[in-house]
Nanobody
Framework: QVQLVESGGGLVQAGGSLRLSCAASGRTFSRDAMGWFRQAPGKEREFVAAVTWSGGSTSYADSVKGRFIISRDNAKSTVYLQMDNLKPEDTAVYYC????????????????WGQGTQVTVSS
């Protein structure tokens, strides 16, 4: 099994920054893709960003392009989401996820999920 634990969420003013971390443990594969989704109250869980196992390819939702950066450190079994210029509409619970496959935007594609970390952006 794979366990994922997110951290780094919190309350920040609009225009501020946060850096989320997700530590993986258990049975993992070096070729696993990793990603971030988010879910606001009353809304569907939506894709935010993903990175391939090598870190050589990344994907972003249009709403966060130019503001968020995903990266991973395989030696630490950790994936990061650097979030800059945060907006109130970024407020959501952010979930770390991984899959032994390629990057896909649908949440059903991803196999393992963390418990989530709350990000709240005030105006």
């Amino acid at each position: 099994q794979v366990q994922l634990v997110e951290s780094g969420g919190g309350l920040v003013q609009a225009g501020g920054s946060l850096r989320l971390s997700c530590a993986a443990s258990g049975r993992t594969f070096s070729r696993d893709a990793m990603g971030w989704f988010r879910q606001a109250p009353g809304k569907e869980r939506e894709f935010v960003a993903a990175v391939t196992w090598s870190g050589g390819s990344t994907s972003y939702a249009d709403s966060v392009k130019g503001r968020f950066i995903i990266s991973r450190d395989n030696a630490k079994s950790t994936v990061y989401l650097q979030m800059d210029n945060l907006k109130p509409e970024d407020t959501a619970v952010y979930y770390c996820t991984t899959t032994p496959g390629s990057i896909r935007y649908g949440s059903s594609w991803w196999v393992y999920w963390g418990q989530g970390t709350q990000v709240t952006v005030s105006s």
